[in-house]
């Protein structure tokens, strides 16, 4: 953030965004991205955390759903 003066203008980074939807504003935000879809009914999926600029993502696979009785 960068303050002139008495606060006369401030000017905020803008908000950015990636290719699976998730946003981050101002160091704060996150998102979900699910696939690839495998055959066997799995997929991936990967959870992005972003607090004060401090965060990372996190992926792994969901198991298929069981099969039915």
Do not use: E
């Amino acid at each position: 953030m960068l303050i002139l003066g008495a606060g006369a203008l401030s000017t905020a980074p803008p908000a950015a965004a990636d290719g699976c939807g998730n946003v981050v504003v101002w160091g704060n935000g996150g998102g979900q991205c699910d696939g690839p879809f495998y055959a066997d009914g799995s997929f991936q999926r990967c959870v992005t955390v972003y607090v004060l600029g401090i965060g990372g993502t996190n992926c792994f696979v969901v198991p298929p759903p069981p099969p039915p009785p």
